[in-house]
């Protein structure tokens, strides 16, 4: 009779969070990254044939096109994730966006070699988002998998706070790098440097993702040989309703975090004078206070479930963003930075906060990575994708008025609240199913 093998060894719930809060950071430094150069720099440099307000929307149509690449990283790393394992689609997903980033950081710019400029910028754009398409879902699964269940919201927010602190991280460098020098200085080279910055960045994650272990409970379906064989075919025929819940609880989370900060530092920077940081700065500052914010908001939904949090989320962001435009036009840096921090850290966190562990709970083993991915990621598309640059063209077309950039968040915000009340309380569900022959988990 031959001996049991060797069982495969565990995760410490704490390496894993902080192993998802490090590479989640790095790879939101450079989506971040790019989206703070869309909003400042750009324009000039790749677009420079145009009225400046055209400009800023070419830009912000680049930084767009980026989430459109989302979803087949998604759908691609969904399929590795659930078919081969979530370490090797994240060691992956990182090393893809790190190369991408730092490749912009030495591309020609438009006076340079004309109209390839903004084409190069837009390929390495788009494999961008394909990397940050298959980032989260791993990063997320791996906590929420791994983390005792009455901690699941906690842990899975260590995935959420890297966002924030890629935020931190891509502001903050930014924005000094912008102060120590000329803004003629800043324009010719100096915006390049936070982006090789990345090649750095990526190796120090890369070295913290390669010691990772797969979670228990996917790693036992592996050596079961019960894995499904099409993911994405499974989590379509049988959990597609999750999908389109959670696509529809992205719309408003993620819309008003990016009219707050991408969209937000350029309305900022439009009423107190392109050099000014006082947006980057309200921005970085309430990016330090989500390093907090957002795992309290997690933990608190491992008490108190995750559906109230997010509805509560979803309607005080959608009374919100009037007030928030109001408060950035008086050009006051404290009045900018109390509606930054309220906006996002109060009522934004609170859905962002609970959502690794809301989404991952809503599915099932076999077809997790796939199932929260595509949700996550197609959300992402239909609304912070885009939100930057409908409501640059909204403002435009409103003669610089924001009302109808506010009914346009109003109607996102209607349909999260909709697909919020309608999904299921998912804090006190065993994740860990009993999987069937094809694969395919069956519910609790």
């Not at 394992?85 to 990182?94: D, E, Q, T």
């Not at 730092?102 to 494999?127: C, E, F, K």
């Not at 049988?238 to 959670?246: F, G, I, P």
């Not at 309200?282 to 995750?306: F, K, N, Q």
Request: with cysteine; aromatic share 12%.
């Amino acid at each position: 009779m031959t001996q049991s093998a060797t069982p495969p060894p565990r995760n410490s719930v704490k390496k894993v969070a902080l192993g998802s809060f490090v590479g989640t950071t790095i790879e939101w430094y450079d989506f971040f990254l790019y989206g703070t150069a869309a909003a400042l720099v750009f324009s000039p440099l790749f677009f420079p044939d145009v009225s400046p307000a055209v400009g800023l929307i070419a830009s912000f149509a680049t930084y767009a096109v980026g989430f459109l690449a989302r979803p087949l990283g998604a759908l691609v790393g969904g399929h590795v994730g659930d078919r081969v394992g979530r370490k090797a689609m994240l060691v992956a997903s990182l090393l893809i966006m790190g190369v991408s980033t730092t490749l912009i950081g030495v591309l020609p710019t438009y006076g340079q070699v004309g109209i390839w400029a903004p084409i190069m910028l837009l390929v390495l754009r788009l494999a961008q988002g394909f990397g940050v398409g298959g980032e989260w879902g791993g990063a997320a699964l791996m906590s929420v998998e791994s983390a005792p269940a009455d901690k699941r919201g906690f842990y899975g927010s260590f995935t959420q706070i890297g966002v924030s602190g890629g935020m931190l991280l891509a502001t903050g460098i930014f924005m000094l790098t912008r102060m120590s020098m000329s803004h003629q200085a800043f324009l010719s080279w100096g915006w390049r440097l936070p982006f090789l910055l990345s090649g750095v960045l990526v190796l120090v994650g890369f070295i913290i993702r390669a010691k990772l272990h797969e979670p228990e409970s996917f790693q036992q379906m592996k050596d079961d040989n019960t894995l499904a064989t099409n993911p994405l075919a499974d989590v379509v025929k049988n959990e597609q309703r999750a999908v389109w819940l959670t696509a529809g609880m992205r719309m408003s989370q993620n819309a008003i975090y990016y009219l707050l900060t991408t969209f937000g530092i350029a309305y900022i920077a439009r009423s107190v004078g392109d050099e000014s940081n006082i947006g980057l700065n309200s921005v970085l500052i309430a990016s330090a206070v989500g390093l907090v914010s957002v795992p309290i908001w997690a933990a608190l939904s491992d008490r108190v479930g995750r559906r109230p949090l997010y509805l509560f989320g979803t309607v005080t962001s959608a009374l919100f963003v009037g007030p928030f435009f109001l408060l950035a036009d008086t050009g006051n840096p404290v009045l900018i930075t109390l509606a930054m921090v309220i906006g996002l850290n109060v009522f934004h966190d609170a859905m962002y906060g609970p959502q690794a562990a809301f989404f991952s709970e809503m599915f099932s083993t076999g077809v997790r990575y796939s199932g929260a991915s595509m949700g996550y990621q197609f959300g992402a598309v239909l609304s912070g994708g885009f939100a930057p640059l409908i409501a640059t063209s909204l403002l435009a077309a409103n003669n610089g008025r924001p009302w109808f950039v506010v009914i346009y968040f109003l109607f996102l915000s209607l349909i999260t609240g909709v697909c919020a009340y309608l999904a299921p309380e998912t804090n006190r569900h065993d994740i860990d199913e009993v999987s069937t022959s094809r694969g395919h988990a069956a519910r609790v």
